[in-house]
């Protein structure tokens, strides 16, 4: 209920595009509480949450931000909103989002911009500065962290293909986890990057997500790429002993536009963990410095895959006239994506013409198994973790940020986030200090594959 108040209060931010209908917020309340009362309770009965709205939800708007979609009612749900249903869980809406998860801020939806929470608290009382002073949520998960800083839920899931959760959970000053590759179910995720998609989760401590990430992993039938052991139930360290654990500093992670005020943080951070024991040093990723270009190539190959499934034939948006095939394609698909979705698409053609595969998609898919080598020879020669920054700096303003095209805000905002993706690995942002303006500002750890749940324990020793 006091949910549903502050999203009354706060969605003039715009994170909330799909409000479920309150009468089946009491009804799915009124389940969780009678099983609770049962003596059977769940491990989020009761408890909002909010899913990005590339996640499909059975009969429920599910329109990826794109005009494309806008009519579009799934006939099933993902596994990771059938699995927060059964545990419990209250899905109180869909959130706004970049158009099909391509963005870094959230200001590329067919909704409009999401607005960051804290605005209301670095500037309160100032909103008719909006267009001027304020702040983005980041992006494309923008309205997923929006929604849970604002208090519309306590959790909320987005997705992670580049940075996505972790980008806007670091603006919004929350706790952002992108799992290990294969851990956590795409299905009914629309995809973006099948190869790289990976279900985010942004919540308010370390030990909220740890009781989401351990509810919802697991093996998926549905899904081909998700992993078959059995990793849940996450057992995370409260008591970490750090006088074991050795973590690593990426020099090639020193880049020009960091702000003081991150590499302060990042700093006293490391000597913080030194104090207490870790041991703390200076290792090299040589090839991370290719991962924005090599992102960029594979993204478009993908997306240029992937989005032919958008005719107009068989759902969302149809434009133009029946007689001709050609036509109807078209037509649907000018009217319906907009200008990035078209150019990624374009891109991607153009790179896996046959002329250009060898150069384009096979080089990036060689530098990709490079930085995926780079991460295993560190962990594998005794350092446990990495310790980066998430973003350059604090949330940028509007107006800085959005005299910039989508290419150029991705290169920007992706910087030390994409490298996680290609490689597989898992990265958890955790919000750790206070800029000077009063914005958040958040690090990033990132670690083995499926060293998941001890990432958490580091992280959970951070906050
Ligand atoms: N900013 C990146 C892109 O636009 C990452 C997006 C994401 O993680 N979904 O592709």
Redesign the pocket.
């Known amino acids: 209920h006091m949910c549903c108040e502050r999203m009354k209060e706060t969605n003039s931010l715009n994170y909330m595009i799909h409000e479920i209908p309150s009468d089946i917020l009491s009804h799915q309340a009124k389940i969780s509480e009678q099983s609770y009362l049962q003596g059977r309770p769940k491990a989020l009965d009761g408890i909002p949450i909010a899913f990005k709205d590339n996640f499909c939800m059975k009969d429920t708007p599910t329109t990826c931000g794109s005009r494309m979609l806008l009519n579009y009612k799934p006939p099933y749900s993902a596994t990771m909103v059938e699995k927060v249903a059964r545990a419990g869980g209250i899905i109180v809406g869909k959130t706004n989002m970049?158009e099909f998860?391509?963005?870094?801020g959230s200001l590329d939806s067919w909704f409009g911009p999401v607005a960051n929470p804290w605005n209301l608290v670095a500037r309160p009382g100032r909103e008719a500065e909006q267009a001027s002073g304020w702040v983005i949520a980041g992006?494309?998960?923008g309205g997923s962290a929006a929604a849970v800083a604002a208090g519309a839920s306590l959790a909320a899931f987005g997705?992670?293909?580049?940075?996505?959760?972790r980008?806007p959970a670091s603006y919004c000053g929350l706790v952002g986890v992108k799992a290990t590759y294969g851990l956590l179910s795409r299905h009914g995720l629309v995809p973006?990057?099948n190869s790289m998609d990976v279900p985010g989760i942004v919540t308010l401590t370390v030990e909220d997500a740890a009781i989401l990430l351990d509810t919802v992993a697991g093996h998926d039938a549905r899904d081909s790429t998700s992993v078959c052991e059995t990793y849940a139930p996450f057992e995370m360290d409260r008591a970490l002993d750090l006088s074991r654990v050795h973590i690593g500093i990426p020099r090639e992670f020193h880049t020009s536009g960091l702000s003081a005020e991150v590499r302060d943080l990042w700093s006293a951070t490391a000597d913080a963990l030194d104090r207490a024991g870790a041991k703390v040093s200076q290792v090299s990723l040589p090839h991370v410095q290719h991962c924005l270009v090599c992102?960029h190539v594979l993204?478009c190959c993908e997306v240029a895959s992937n989005f032919s499934r958008y005719t107009g034939i068989e759902f969302g948006l149809r434009r133009g006239s029946e007689e001709s095939t050609e036509e109807l394609y078209a037509e649907t698909r000018h009217h319906g994506f907009n200008d990035v979705v078209r150019g990624r698409i374009l891109a991607g053609n153009f790179f896996l013409l046959r002329k250009n595969f060898d150069r384009f998609f096979l080089k990036a898919q060689r530098i990709r198994r490079l930085i995926g080598e780079d991460f295993r020879s560190i962990f594998s020669a005794g350092v446990h973790f990495l310790l980066t920054p998430t973003t350059l700096t604090e949330a940028p303003t509007f107006a800085w940020f959005s005299q910039k095209d989508?290419r150029t805000r991705?290169a920007e905002?992706?910087i030390f986030t994409?490298a996680a993706?290609l490689a597989g690995v898992p990265a958890v942002s955790v919000p750790l200090g206070v800029s000077r303006r009063g914005l958040p500002l958040s690090l990033q750890v990132m670690g083995p594959h499926f060293s998941d749940a001890r990432l958490l324990s580091l992280a959970h020793w951070l906050e």
């Open positions: 970049d998860a391509m963005g870094s992006g494309s998960s997705s992670d293909t580049g940075g996505s959760t980008n973006l990057v992102y993204c989508n991705c905002q992706d994409t993706n």
